[in-house]
């Protein structure tokens, strides 16, 4: 096979298996992907897309058809009443934390229902005590249920729902050994909590999640979520930008505090123009494929060098990450090193461990990507801690991302760190 002729033959027969062990769950992907896909193409007929909504706008914004247009075809992909899909969200973490201040008020307890949340949260939350403006700053209560064998602990959430007024909840594994939680997962969080306390709002991370499934989590029970265009719903194509999607009257408290009281989410101009925002979401749900695909393919390559993935190849996916145990800094870093020479961008780049704002251990990151640190793309990072798991996510191109992997397990091989 030519794809050989520039690795070693002897990966042949391991590639060969991991296609093979991975046949039904691609035909799952494909399946999600085309009703995916369905949907999205209705929401862009039923929402009247032109190219005149492309063109962006200056100043205050005020009257911007396309911004206003956008967030109007993600509430309906999202099935939400009514969603925030912006360039002026500036990441995830961003997106989440409008999304917390614009509901907590003082006093108010934020319930983290999914164990510790993503590490760029904590100081946001003021978990370790931030003085920065953090949410305990505002007197924010912070409380948090651990999940229980990997699925959330209902008897607890509803004992202590009664109290909360945000039930929060973190889909995607983000950088910690568990499963991603199921939309049934959700659903049952969202009956144990609102039986609990008809007033708590459920509120989902919905980061590495969006179109893994034929719902979104505002279509099981959560009355608000929050993600990335630097992931899934980017497809890829968006340069930056954010989404709240959910209930109507939560979603104008976002845009309240996005921008400022009183203008809300009349204002925010984007001259770049917004073609790739549109552009990215209708390519999302095939591109969320190709990752897809490049985690299970992941699963079932790497385990026969004797590193455990997870979750395992043929799993069904809540989120498109998959970790990797590598057990070691030096293996670790030697993954990373390799996924990032067989990057399109920066190929030629050695990833080091550094420091990185918002994270507390030192972060190891391969990104060889189109646009900065996106994670739809082929990405591999982890923080530098015991068992030295990586995480890998994304691969716009299921075709280049097998190659990537080959070639990372012959560096693996080459380096000591495996054996045939
Ligand atoms: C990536 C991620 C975030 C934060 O998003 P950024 O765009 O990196 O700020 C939050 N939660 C989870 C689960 C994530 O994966």
Redesign the pocket.
Known sequence: MELFSALDPKLQPLDASALEQTRDAFARFDDIAAFNQRKVLGAFIKNKISAELFAGSTGYGYGDRGRDTLDRLFADIAGAEDALCRAQFM????A?TVALYGLLRPGDTLLCVTGQ??D??LPVIGIGGSSNGSLLDFGVVYQQIELLGGAPDLAAIERQAEHAAIVYV?????YTNRRALSLEDIAAIADAAKSANPNALVVV?N??GEFTQKKEPTEAGADLMMG?L??NPGGGIAETG?YIAGRADLVERCAERLTAPGVGREIGSWPGGLRNLYLGLYLAPGIVAQALKTAAYAAALLPALGFPADPIFDAERNDI?TSIEMGDPDALVALCRAIQAFSPIDSFAAPEPAEMPGYDEPVVMASGSFTN?S?IELSCDAPMRAPYTAYMQGGLSFEASRFALLGAAQHLLEAGFAAL
């Open positions: 990441s995830g973490t961003h989440i949340p993503y760029t949260l973190q889909r995607s594994r983000g991370d980061c590495y990335s630097l992931k954010g990450i640190g994670s």
